[in-house]
């Protein structure tokens, strides 16, 4: 049974970072797309940044140049580092796991003084 499972949310004041986790079981991995999403209180849900298995990557233009993704291929695990943060990131985030579409629980995070 696959799961993904976040980690790393919470509250962080503005200008400030934070690391999100996710870790995938019950399979490998390391050949699918793996991605971040976030949906904020009445907005859609929108790509934030994914990563191929080979490196490869693509973000919102609203967090580029803040933000990394990368991925151990080893651990099924991707991660978020998110810099420089602003009240319009609070949003609940969602990891994304591509080729079979399944979705994470989510994690919020919140930027608040």
């Known amino acids: 049974q696959v799961q993904l499972v976040e980690s790393g949310g919470g509250l962080v004041q503005p200008g400030g970072s934070l690391r999100l986790s996710c870790a995938a079981s019950?399979?490998?991995?390391?050949?699918?797309?793996m991605g971040w999403y976030r949906q904020a209180p009445g907005k859609q849900r929108e790509l934030v940044a994914e990563?191929?298995?080979?490196?490869?990557?693509k973000y919102a233009d609203s967090v580029k140049g803040r933000f990394t993704i990368s991925r151990d291929n080893a651990k099924n695990t991707v991660y978020l580092q998110m810099n420089s943060l602003k009240p319009d990131d609070t949003a609940v985030y969602y990891c994304h796991l591509g080729g079979i579409d399944y979705w994470g629980k989510g994690t919020l995070v919140t930027v608040s003084s």
């Open positions: 990563i191929t298995s080979s490196g490869i990557t």
């Open positions: 019950g399979g490998i991995f390391s050949g699918y797309i």
